[in-house]
């Protein structure tokens, strides 16, 4: 859909201003432009998997998949809260199709065994949702010995993606990422995060800033596959995320944060939308937006080629015994 001056001038200065376009204010306006609903029942028969979907914006993603009439499979750590998840799907979608998988996405090996094992069963996959998170208070190395927050939002959807290639053809993916990433720049010369006084918060960011570039990359590698490649941003929303992690932001924002569904909004219309969107976009509130806030700080070439080959080779053992 093609915004009408006045309209591509507001939602120009919403997205500016943060609050006006991260909060429930920007749906609230932007519908009034945005792009169409999917058709009813548009995922009827099709299969999509979604990340760390055992609450927040997972969850809300899987319910709107659901309504649309998709067969929703939700990964998480644990099996209690999946089974939690699954049940109050089917009390708002009694007849929703809902499989859940016990599965830690920052387990690189284990993530590749559990594609290899989901493909047996599920042989092609409509979507794949990338939207586990963590935000760790301390530094933490997995089993495997990568820092916590890059196993969790970089590494480990690099091999799910990766590994899922083939049920993957003609589908699409869709990274659900922050608008956080506007205030880091690519630090392809530390990925780990081994110099500096870590912070959660920061390294929660800097993964979000790697996911945007992962994502231009994989839509280059997928594209002769069909495979077509987003990321999106939900703003401002009130999941465990935001009020358990940022309580203080959370504090000072809550009568304007958007709930679960909004948020999730986006990443629901990416997998669902007929509309012919391309690949490689980052989106929020349906429309495509800059990886950038300004035109500074922009990842060079070689910053980008060096990230690359650090993911290849830090995934490379995972992949190759898949």
């Known amino acids: 859909m093609v915004l009408d001056h006045v309209a591509a001038a507001a939602d120009w200065l919403m997205d500016k201003s943060l609050v006006l376009g991260y909060t429930r204010i920007g749906p609230a306006v932007r519908r009034a432009w945005w792009p169409h609903d999917p058709a009813p029942r548009a995922l009827v028969g099709r299969h999509v998997l979604v990340t760390g979907a055992s609450g927040g914006l997972?969850?809300?993603?899987?319910?709107?998949?659901?309504?649309?009439?998709?067969?929703?499979?939700?990964?998480?750590?644990?099996?209690?809260?999946?089974?939690?998840?699954?049940?109050?799907?089917?009390?708002?979608?009694p007849l929703a199709e809902v499989v859940v998988h016990v599965a830690d996405v920052s387990d690189l090996a284990g993530t590749a065994r559990f594609a290899?094992?989901?493909?047996?069963?599920?042989p092609r996959l409509h979507a794949l949702v990338h939207n586990a998170g963590v935000m760790p208070q301390r530094r933490t190395t997995t089993p495997e010995g990568h820092e916590l927050a890059l196993a969790t939002h970089v590494l480990g959807p690099h091999v799910l993606t990766q590994a899922l290639r083939p049920a993957l053809s003609d589908g699409?993916?869709?990274?659900?990422?922050?608008?956080?990433?506007?205030?880091?720049?690519?630090?392809?010369?530390?990925?780990?995060?081994?110099?500096?006084?870590?912070?959660?918060?920061?390294?929660?960011?800097?993964t979000k800033r790697m996911q945007l570039v992962l994502t231009g990359l994989w839509a280059g590698d997928l594209a002769a596959e069909g495979i077509r490649v987003h990321s999106m941003h939900p703003g401002w929303a009130a999941t465990p995320g935001v009020t358990e992690s940022l309580p203080r932001f959370a504090a000072l924002t809550g009568p304007l944060l958007r709930d679960a569904d909004s948020g999730a909004d986006t990443a629901v219309w990416l997998v669902a939308t007929s509309d012919p969107i391309g690949t490689g976009g980052f989106w929020h509130d349906r429309r495509r937006r800059p990886t950038h806030y300004a035109p500074v700080g922009v990842e060079t070439h070689e910053q980008v080629e060096q990230f690359r080959e650090f993911v290849t080779e830090a995934t490379r053992e995972a992949l190759s015994a898949s």
Request: no cysteine; proline share 1%.
């Open 116 to 122: 290899h094992d989901l493909m047996t069963d599920v």
């Open 58 to 93: 997972g969850l809300a993603t899987a319910r709107g998949l659901a309504r649309l009439g998709a067969t929703v499979h939700l990964t998480g750590r644990h099996a209690g809260r999946l089974d939690a998840a699954r049940a109050s799907l089917l009390d708002a979608e």
């Open 172 to 206: 699409r993916v869709v990274v659900v990422t922050s608008g956080g990433a506007y205030g880091q720049r690519l630090d392809a010369a530390d990925p780990e995060y081994t110099q500096g006084d870590y912070s959660g918060v920061t390294a929660y960011a800097r």
